[in-house]
Each structure stands twice: as C-alpha cells, then as structure tokens.
C-alpha cells in the first residue's frame, strides 16, 4: 500500500473523538492549512481514490505539495491518536507512565522515579502486563544502583531479582504458546482448511507441543489460558470436531467475559472468539443460539472505526447465514438493503478477506434470487483483483461459486477455461475436496436433455453426494455453500431455495 493509500484508509478509519482531537490539535496552528485541506478532502470523500483526492487538493491549492502535506498529516494523525490512547488504554498508559519515570530519573528526581515505578509495576500486575512489568522491574534495579541502594537490605534485592526471574519465564512461556498458535494459524490460512486424514496428522506435531507445554506450564494466567484456549479451538474447527471447538469457544467467552479489565482496546480477541462460537454453531446448524452471541457482538463498544466495521460486518455475516442457508433469499435481500448504508457503503475501508466474504455471501444471496448478472458482478470485483485475494483459502471457492453463475449465464466457453485454470492451480487431487472433482465433471459436459437419462444420471450421483454430505472434511467447504443442493436443484429442476428448505 503506497504512503498516500495508507493516509486515506488511516483517515477513513478516524472515531468521532479522534477527528475532533485532531480538529482541536491542528486548529492551533494556521501553518497547518495545506495539511487540514488535504484532510477535509479525504474526510468528505469516502469513495474518492487517490488519483481524485490528489487532482482536487492540486486544484485548490497548486503551491502546496501533496506529498509533504500527505506525510506531515499521517505523522499529526498519529500524534493525536496515541494521546487519545493513554486515557483508553492501559497498555499505552504504562508506557507512557514509564517514560514519565526515565525523565524524573534524568532530572535527578530519584525518589520520585522510584515512586512512579512502584506504581507502574502494581499497574502492571493487575493488568498481566508482563512486557512492560519487566521493563519497570528493570529500571526499579538500574535506578537503585545508581542511588547506591539506599535503604534497600541484600534479602530485598534477591527478592527484586527473584520478581525479574519469573517475569522472564512467564514471557517465554507467552512466547512459546504464541509460537505454536501462530504456525497452527499460518498453516491453517496458507494451506486452507483440512481436507483429508493425512492433511489432519501433519498438525500432529503442533498439536503434541501445545499438550506438553500447557501440561508442563501449571499457571493461571490470562494470557496464556487465552492462547490455549485459541489454539484448541481453532486446531478442532480446522479438522471439523465443531462441538469440541464449540466447547473450547464457550470456555474461552467465560474467560474473557471474567476478565473484562485485561481486554485489548480495541478488543480483537474477543471478536476473534465470538466469532468462533458464532462459526461452530453455524457449523452444527444451532441457529437458535446464535442470537445471544450476536446481541453480544452488537454491545461491544469501541472508538475505532475500522474495528466497528469489522463488528458490524461479522454482526451481518451472522444475521445473515440462518437465512441463506435455509434458502430464504427474499428476506437476505432485504437484510442486504438493511446494511447497504453501514456496510455496504464503506466497502473498500474492509480488510481484504472480509471484502471477499461479504462479496462471496452477497452473490450468492443474488445468485438465489435469479439475478445472475448482479452476483457475477459483485463477484467479479474480487476475482478481477486475483492478486490482492489468491492466498486467502476462501478464493478458491469464489471461483467454484463463479462457475455456477456462469453455467446459469450459458457461457460454457468461459467455465471451461476457468476448470482448466483451477484443475491447474490445484496441481493434483490430495489437494482438492470431491465435491470440487464432481463439480467440474459436472460443469464440463451439458445435462442430459431426454429426462428418463437425467433421472438415471441423478440417481448415479446422488449417491455419491450423501457420502460427501456426512464426509467431515468436505463439510468445511458445504458449510459455505452447499454445492450438493445447488446439483440437485439442476437435475431434479426445483428451485434452490426448495432444496435448501
């Protein structure tokens, strides 16, 4: 993303207090008004591209350069940001109260730097803050030494030094339930979900190191309970036991829901989590508990911006999937027109795999109402941009939905060349699900026209479909779409909403 790109979506991203602390901020100062110019034209152009917003600023002000404007504001932008951010976050509030602490020191105000400190590292506890506990530990010792360890008997420094000790084990412990978490995710992310028993035991490894360090660990931790808890939920969901994982969720909501005051701001884990309960039980087909968690997603309240975009995007997504799976299409549109102006509207300010799943659920909610040309379209913007998209595993399957829609627009010449492209892309079966082989000798040759062979083709599939229904590995991808009731709307000529129903 280039320097100006990244100012638009920095702005776009604004809260109501940000942009006012900003407005106070930079009012201050009429030097300012090439910066505060290009901001107005950003602020007021939510849709503008770069290209736009740098043709306007030139034009009303030829003299200023909008690259230097550009890379002051995103520095003010920042400044403004991380003042608002001491008084809502207690991360940010630590640090900074530690930098507080080295300029008391270096003023020679040693009793008051060792005060601050002290208060830094009760803050600290309370918080599980184990970076910044240690970094006030550190200095506590440093500056003590300096001051010649006044007042401070040798039981007192081997206890102070002990504190520095357990400090340390606990962030390598952090650090080794982070490491396991993160490869398990990156694998999961990079190689998609699993899609075969072999796939399952190459997370053996994984899964053996996670038991043996939390075995070994014996802590109560928030922190490290949290990434257990991440990591055995996401392991179970990635090899389809979403009960387990469901179960895993539900502990980990406990955790977070009784430890309120350790949240992140904005509180990315938590959406991470609700999201997983919302994922499981979606999986299992338990629509009806899904309302609690989205009333519980709907009251998190958060300056951010972006991160409100997230939730609402997760909110719909959830509101959404009760529905489309059952085949009511009518009342997806209408969910869709609900969101147009929250949602809709603020499209391209969504993370990339968000902006692919709101365009794959959407086409498909069009795809269900007959309006075949509208789903290739919203589709397409995603499809089109292959580069910004290809490694997210949902990819894959937006090509598999772009198919179906072709085939409904009669251009056979096209889905032959996309079947070639992604029988490519696959490089060999191990890699696929079946319904993706079925699908594509599906879509390659036309459906028999005389019915009695048609009956008898059916049939011959049906089958094999029930097998990949109660497969748990191809469920992950039917969990989606389900691709087994779209084939059997086309031979038996019902509608997909009657199958799905």
């Known amino acids: 993303m280039s320097k100006i790109q990244s100012l638009i979506t920095l702005v776009r991203s604004l809260s109501y207090s940000e942009k006012k602390a900003f407005k106070i901020r930079s009012g201050r100062n009429k030097k300012l008004s090439d910066y505060l110019l290009l901001y107005e034209i950003i602020d007021k ?97 440093d500056y003590l030494l300096a001051a010649g360890f006044q007042q401070l008997d040798e039981k007192q420094l081997l206890k102070k030094q002990f504190e520095i000790t357990e400090s340390l084990k606990y962030i390598r412990k952090i650090n080794e339930q982070s490491a396991l978490y993160e490869i398990l995710k990156h694998r999961i992310l990079n190689k998609g979900q699993i899609r075969s028993q072999k796939q399952k035991d190459d997370l053996n490894d994984l899964v053996f190191s996670e038991i043996s360090l939390v075995a070994s660990l014996n802590v109560d931790n928030f922190e490290i309970n949290k990434l257990h808890q991440l990591f055995q939920s996401n392991y179970l969901i990635s090899v389809g036991d979403n009960q387990s994982a469901l179960n895993s969720y539900y502990e980990l909501n406990n955790l977070f829901e009784g430890n309120k005051h350790l949240w992140n701001n904005p509180p990315i884990y938590y959406l991470h989590t609700l999201e997983g309960i919302l994922e ?99 589709l397409n913007q995603i499809i089109l941009q292959g580069k910004s998209y290809y490694s997210l595993p949902l990819f894959r399957t937006i090509r598999l939905v772009n198919l179906i829609i072709l085939y409904k627009m009669n251009d056979f010449d096209l889905i032959k060349y996309e079947i070639r492209t992604l029988m490519r892309d696959i490089k060999g079966f191990e890699r696929n699900y079946r319904i993706e082989r079925i699908m594509f000798r599906f879509l390659s040759k036309p459906l028999p026209s005389p019915s009695f062979k048609r009956v008898q083709a059916w049939n011959k599939l049906k089958k094999e479909l029930e097998e990949i229904k109660h497969d748990v590995f191809e469920q992950k991808i039917l969990q989606i779409f389900d691709f087994t009731a779209w084939i059997e709307a086309v031979f038996t000529k019902k509608s997909l909403s009657e199958i799905l129903q």
């Open 45 to 141: 152009n939510p849709t503008g591209t770069k290209e736009m917003i740098h043709a306007q600023f030139t034009t009303e002000n030829p003299n200023a350069s909008f690259e230097i404007a550009g890379k002051y504001l995103f520095e003010l932008l920042l400044e403004t940001m991380l003042t608002l951010r001491n008084s809502q976050d207690s991360f940010s509030f630590l640090y900074k109260r530690i930098i507080h602490a080295r300029i008391l020191y270096e003023k020679s105000l040693i009793t008051e730097s060792l005060n601050l400190l002290e208060e830094i590292i009760k803050l600290a506890v309370k918080y599980e803050n184990q970076h910044a506990l240690l970094l006030a530990q550190r200095l506590e010792l």
């Open 280 to 378: 499981s039980l979606r999986s299992i087909r338990n629509y009806e508990g899904m309302p609690y968690f989205v009333n519980q997603l709907k009251s998190i309240d958060c300056e951010s911006a972006s991160f409100k975009l997230n939730v609402d995007c997760t909110i719909f997504l959830y509101e959404l999937f009760p529905l489309l799976d059952s085949g009511d299409f009518v009342k997806c549109n209408l969910l869709i027109n609900k969101y147009k102006e929250i949602l809709y509207d603020k499209f391209n300010s969504l993370a990339h795999s968000r902006q692919a799943e709101l365009s794959l659920y959407t086409s498909l909610v069009f795809f269900g109402n007959n309006e075949f040309l509208k789903a290739h379209k919203f």
